[in-house]
């Protein structure tokens, strides 16, 4: 067995369901599974097609098809090599296929057996949201988990805190239903338009407790809310600092979408780990004063944000350690983790469109 996975499962005490042969993969049964798929390290994946995906899938997963010829070239674009892969599909041959591939190629993959009829027909939960969850580490050592919602949509939480940024029930044809969410401890908006502003989201989101950061613009259109400027900085507890910095338009004759001083980006400093929301901008003078990045969301589709260009050189100036590019849309933003590679940057592609 391999000996980064067989010490991974020593330590949760799971070696029981582990299947060990002569294959380059191993299979777990459904509790042994369930166990490894909680650990930070682990990655998901989803192998099925995105219709079965939609249907209901575990929570957190990535979908990658395994019957699309692009397969490989999407796995090396969006799971790293130093993190053990679990996959699965709807029965386990289809994934069983997908853990040989990515084990010949260095990946470290464990494949539920059974696929998801087993892991339904054990009574484990799943969800029908197109959610992706990136899981993480703060330097004081608690978990912090980034829910892929839509678009600019984004929910954080984080030791029990809730947190959203631009919450919108509906874009397009996708819409996310918050009333099966808890309710947000904080809630950040950073400017008017209406895929980032939605008083409906907003509302159900919201209780008498919940903190509502906004600019004077959205405040105003809300009638309540935290103001804060470009430039302000405050804290929210004794682990959550927010600052307000620039995001708008340089390109001629695109500056009237997000003009200069009215919008806001945030960066969020969470027991010390560093997340830049950029908000509605482009690759403005301003990137250069921030720095100790850990996560950065980039956004990607002109004539109302950046260029896939315009990214790639505000990713070299911010030198996040994750990037997720958002808000992209239509936008092929596919090529960006091969083209930032030397940078060190892990660039990871979720449903942000």
């Known amino acids: 067995m391999n000996k980064a996975i067989t010490f991974l499962l020593g330590i949760l005490g799971i070696n029981a369901g582990i299947t060990c042969s002569q294959q380059n993969y191993e299979n777990a049964d459904v509790k042994a599974f369930a ?31 395994v019957k699309q010829d692009n397969f490989i070239e999407m796995a090396k674009k ?67 988990k980034f829910y892929a919602l839509v678009h600019a ?42 895929d980032h502003f939605d008083k409906t989201a907003i509302d159900e989101l919201s209780q008498n407790s919940t903190q509502i950061i906004t600019n004077k613009r959205c405040a105003d259109m809300l009638g309540k809310g935290f103001v804060m400027a470009n430039g302000d900085s405050t804290r929210l507890s004794d682990v959550i600092k927010v600052e307000a910095v620039p995001a708008y338009n340089t390109t001629p004759g695109h500056t009237q979408f997000h003009p200069k001083g009215r919008d806001n980006g945030y960066i969020l400093t969470i027991d010390g780990l560093r997340i830049y929301i950029a908000g509605d901008t482009e690759d403005i003078p301003e990137m250069s004063k921030i720095k100790d990045i850990d996560i950065a969301f980039l956004p990607c589709n002109q004539p109302y944000t950046m260029t896939t260009d315009q990214l790639i050189n505000a990713a070299k100036i911010i030198k996040p350690k994750v990037l997720f590019p958002y808000h992209f849309s239509k936008t092929d933003v596919s090529a960006l983790p091969t083209l930032l590679e030397k940078e060190n940057i892990d660039v990871r592609l979720r449903h942000y469109e």
Request: a negative charge; aromatic letters at 8%; glycine letters at 8%.
């Open 35 to 65: 166990q490894l798929i909680q650990e930070p390290e682990v990655q998901l994946v989803d192998v099925r097609t995105i219709e079965e995906f939609t249907d209901g899938h575990l929570e957190g997963a990535v979908n990658i098809d």
């Open 78 to 144: 969006q799971l790293s090599t130093d993190k053990s892969v679990a996959v699965y599909c709807r029965s386990g041959r289809r994934s069983a296929n997908a853990a040989s591939l990515l084990s010949d190629i260095g990946y470290r993959v464990v494949n539920l057996k059974g696929g998801y009829i087993a892991w339904t027909d054990a009574k484990m939960p799943v969800t029908k949201e197109n959610t992706e969850i990136d899981v993480f580490k703060t330097p004081g050592g608690k978990t912090i």
């Open 153 to 194: 949509s984004i929910r954080i939480n984080y030791d029990g805190k809730e947190i959203q940024i631009d919450p919108v029930s509906k874009l397009g044809n996708r819409s996310i239903d918050y009333s099966a969410m808890p309710k947000a401890d904080y809630l950040f908006i950073t400017h008017e338009h209406g």
